[in-house]
């Protein structure tokens, strides 16, 4: 209800949506301080890659390797993790690797894995929910030749979408949360859009590829499209599914991407949809509301349509019987309290146990393929498991949703796993060694601690 904490506030969506600059290799991106216009005639204070808020959009091409600069003109420690990219080690953004104030990092990522739709964010420990709230993220677009010859929407027709609730305090973005907020994830009023809050984009009546990232610290959004439009799920995190998926609504967690075609010849010219999220559950404060994100003016017709692929890519699926190893991780508790949200209060935990940088807590030999299991069955608390360094499938989902979701169907980084769940991911660990971390994506959960590394060998 209006008044209760952290309900949204919709805005007038008459603002043009602001889409990032495209970069690719030789890219210099400087963490800075900026200011935006978030809110409609309201200049705020941010942290930013590009001036202004996020950071540009990557592209490279499988086979490539991307050189990037990182210049760290924060007043605290920096760096950055390619979420979803496989990389070298020294390469991946792990938390001891930072820039200090001043200070530069050079980063050369060999793109070995197929296309799909990555992201950047800032990894320093204790710090990264606060400056991707500021607005340090962007999009890693990989193409590749399978992608290529599908035709896909592209050039005006594709567009970035990065979701993001801001909280402000009068016209500053204000990132403070109290005990209490660390529970449950930093829950902002605002919601934007590339870094606008209620925006609108003119579309012709023909097919659009929407890439969207959920890129907030805690939020959950439940995503559909008003006017009975339907989202053709054609990939998630890791790519291409093997063939779209129909929905009307999809839920997507923090630090999961979805890749949509939309078909606007649907609606008449002159006439507007939204991008909205739907309430999801009754027993979570987020999941009670639903709420418009966006609005897209169908503003003229076009007489080109497009053909949506029965079949979009080859996926091989990843047999269990080669898995040499099923690690369960316990996520429901709270490291020095009772259990459980209800318990005394602690720090958010996998398996008892919260990040300490220098500790190795897994091992695993590469090239060898294992089941991981993420038990969040006793908690009552949202938790996004993401891992670094590798590309799963989800193949289990017991309690809650029993299932596994349209966008599960290819391959992952991040998963949800909601309250009374326990979810199974099977995958191959490549051929670099050296110590990644595995962590929840609610931002709050993973600064508290609710990452542990491991370490392929
Ligand atoms: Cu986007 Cu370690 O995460
Ligand atoms: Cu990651
Ligand atoms: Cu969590």
């Not at 909280?167 to 859009?193: A, C, K, R």
């Not at 890749?259 to 404060?285: A, C, H, I, P, R």
């Not at 009374?420 to 993973?446: A, Q, R």
Request: proline share 4%; with cysteine; charged share 20%.
């Amino acid at each position: 209800m209006i008044g209760e904490p952290n309900w949204i506030v919709e805005g007038s969506f008459d603002r043009l949506l602001p889409q990032p600059a495209t970069s690719s290799t030789g890219t210099v991106l400087s963490a800075q301080f900026s200011t935006s216009e978030i809110l409609k005639g309201r200049a705020s204070q941010t942290l930013s890659y590009a001036n202004g808020l996020l950071g540009p959009t990557i592209r490279a091409n499988t086979g490539q390797t991307v050189n990037v600069s990182l210049q760290n003109n924060l007043s605290e420690e920096t760096n950055i993790h390619w979420h979803g990219l496989i990389l070298p080690e020294n390469m991946d953004g792990h938390p001891k690797d930072v820039a200090s104030s001043g200070g530069t990092l050079q980063y050369a990522l060999p793109i070995i894995q197929r296309a799909g739709t990555y992201w950047y964010h800032p990894h320093p420990h204790g710090l990264t929910a606060k400056q991707v709230f500021m607005g340090l993220a962007g999009m890693f677009i990989v193409n590749d030749e399978e992608e290529a010859a599908l035709n896909l929407p592209g050039g005006e027709f594709e567009i970035p979408l990065i979701i993001q609730d801001k909280h402000f305090e009068g016209s500053n973005l204000d990132y403070s949360p109290t005990p209490d907020e660390i529970m449950s994830g930093y829950m902002g009023e605002q919601v934007t859009v590339n870094g606008m809050h209620a925006p609108y984009f003119n579309v012709a009546t023909t097919w659009y590829r929407l890439r969207i990232l959920n890129g907030s610290t805690a939020r959950v959004y439940k995503l559909a499209i008003t006017g009975g439009l339907q989202m053709h799920i054609i990939g998630s995190d890791g790519g291409l599914l093997r063939s779209p998926e129909t929905v009307a609504e999809i839920l997507l967690g923090p630090g999961e991407r979805l890749d949509v075609l939309v078909d606007f010849s649907q609606v008449g010219v002159g006439k507007e949809v939204f991008l909205v999220s739907n309430s999801f559950s009754e027993f979570n404060v987020q999941g009670r509301q639903s709420f418009k994100l966006m609005k897209f003016k169908v503003d003229r017709a076009v007489s080109f349509g497009f053909t949506l692929p029965s079949v979009l890519s080859n996926i091989s699926v990843i047999d269990h019987m080669h898995a040499v190893n099923t690690r369960t991780f316990d996520i429901s508790a709270m490291a020095g309290g009772e259990g459980g949200h209800g318990g005394t209060m602690g720090r958010h935990s996998i398996n008892g146990r919260t990040f300490e940088m220098d500790r190795v807590d897994e091992t695993v030999a590469a090239g060898t393929t294992e089941i991981w299991e993420f038990d969040n069955m006793m908690g009552d608390e949202i938790h996004p498991m993401h891992i670094h360094g590798v590309q799963f499938q989800v193949i289990h989902r017991m309690g809650g949703r029993n299932k596994i979701i349209a966008s599960e169907k290819g391959w992952k980084d991040t998963v949800l796993v909601m309250p009374g769940e326990k979810v199974k991911v099977i995958m191959t660990f490549p051929e670099y060694t050296g110590v990644f971390v595995f962590h929840c994506h609610n931002l709050e959960h993973e600064d508290d601690g609710m990452m542990l590394n491991y370490k392929i060998e």
